[in-house]
């Protein structure tokens, strides 16, 4: 169906009263609706939508995403975890591949892309493993996946083996494609859950220590330098990961790096003992929490991705020790940062729609821009009106949440992905 919206959009650095046509999935006409030109523009047919509080922004890239089918759609699917993305005003994700069967060859992603196929809402885009089954021990069938999948990523769990990280790289480099590191040191982590901080120590859990995770960066980044490898690192969480991937900018690798919304926002003083404040990795301590916001700023983090990752009530109901890994973040990744980091006047409103979607668009390739010709994939947000975060209005099947409660502004009222009506809250 034809469609109209006639919005505030913002487009290269700021907002205009724009009228975007959309038709068969592309954007069919773009403009001002004041310019000398405008009256074939404000005289497109259509379903109509005009907006007079509301901003129009480029749709949302996340790379980083568990969408949990095939295997564990009793804690997501395809279908729920797509809907929560075009909730949360993302038309395009990238979905980590610790699945049942596990995407480590074509046969093995096959059930994922037909899953895809069948039943997702908004652009989505597989990783495939760096390791057979993510055991670490031999290198997955990267020609059979070569072609279906953004990267290659063994996500969950890091790469024990040196030399099988180094031979990934340069298997991956031979075929123009980037490693996703969940940078894990096994030995280091030792049983740990938690950030190894005041709050772990005062309540007796066991930490996770930040070195588990910078040690293996370290060694990934002295990998890189030797193989010239594509790499980018998963959700960063320590301040001497920060300063590591800063400095390997400097030496001029080809490195990238994201961060999550929950390490910029909270802090380990502010943990409960409650399933929704646990995931891996943990939320660090006030210090890391700056660094990783001095990191955004100065461009060493190129991306935020929400390392969506749900879990059944039950599995998430059992406090800090005895819960899964992961909380989801979808439909909560706009409003926390708007408020917290825009509005609080930490980030500029540019900045966070360049680290949402522009940076990762230019880093992973996916993505376009609201323009004349391109495929249509946009979002609708309300910047002023304040509401209640409450995980029972989320689509996504996970609840679990550390931001429950919370009062925020920016909510997605459309999003459009590849030129179709996604979610609509109007
Ligand atoms: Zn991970």
């Known amino acids: ?57 480029p749709g949302f890239i996340d790379v980083h995403v568990h969408l949990r089918e095939p295997g564990f759609s009793y804690k997501e699917t395809v279908e729920s975890g797509t809907l929560a993305a075009a909730r949360g005003g993302y038309t395009h994700v990238c979905s980590m591949p610790n699945l049942k069967p596990v995407p480590d060859s074509f046969e093995g992603l096959e059930p994922q892309l037909k899953a895809i196929e069948n039943s997702a809402k908004v652009n989505v885009y597989p990783y495939g493993t760096i390791t057979e089954g993510q055991r670490g021990m031999k290198l997955s069938d990267f020609d059979g996946l070569l072609n279906r999948v953004i990267a290659f990523s063994d996500d969950g769990v890091g790469v024990q083996n040196e030399d ?78 920060v300063e590591l991937l800063r400095q390997a900018k400097r030496a001029g690798l080809d490195v990238s790096g994201e961060t999550a919304p929950h390490y910029l926002v909270l802090d380990d003083s502010e943990l409960r003992d409650e399933g929704r404040f646990k995931m891996n990795p943990p939320i660090r301590s006030a210090k890391d929490r700056e660094a990783l916001i001095e990191g955004i700023l100065d461009g060493t983090l190129d991306m935020i991705a929400t390392d969506h990752a749900p879990h059944s009530a039950e599995e998430k109901g059992k406090g800090l020790k005895d819960s899964l890994m992961g909380i989801v973040g979808l439909e909560t990744a706009f409003p926390v ?22 940076n990762p668009m230019k880093r992973f390739g996916i993505g376009t821009e609201i323009e004349f010709g391109a495929e249509a994939n946009f979002t609708v947000f309300d910047l002023d009106t304040p509401y209640i975060i409450d995980s029972n209005e989320f689509l996504s099947m996970g609840k679990s949440t550390p931001f429950e409660g919370k009062e925020v502004y920016g909510r997605c009222k459309m999003t459009i992905a590849k030129g179709d009506l996604v979610w609509k809250e109007i």
């Not at 907002?15 to 609706?33: A, E, L, N, R, T």
Request: aromatic share 8%; glycine share 10%; with cysteine.
């Open 1 to 57: 169906m034809n469609r109209v919206i006639k919005s505030k959009v913002y487009k290269d650095g700021s907002f205009f009263d724009g009228i975007i046509g959309v038709q068969g999935g592309s954007i069919s006409s773009f403009g001002s609706c004041s310019g000398a030109d405008s009256s074939s523009l404000c005289h497109t047919e259509g379903e109509v939508f005009q907006f007079n509080n509301f901003v129009v922004l």
């Open 164 to 241: 099988l990280m180094r031979q990934a790289m340069l298997e991956a480099k031979k075929r123009k494609k980037m490693i996703v590191a969940h940078c894990e040191d096994n030995v280091l982590r030792a049983g740990g859950y938690i950030h190894d901080g005041e709050y772990a120590r005062k309540h007796g859990h066991k930490g996770i220590n930040s070195e588990s995770e910078w040690k293996q960066i370290e060694r990934d980044l002295k990998l890189v330098a030797e193989t010239g490898c594509s790499y980018h690192v998963c959700h960063i969480s320590a301040k001497e990961s």
């Open 337 to 358: 940062l708007y408020t917290e980091l825009v509005k609080g006047g930490i980030i500029s409103f540019d900045k966070l729609i360049k680290l949402l979607h522009y």
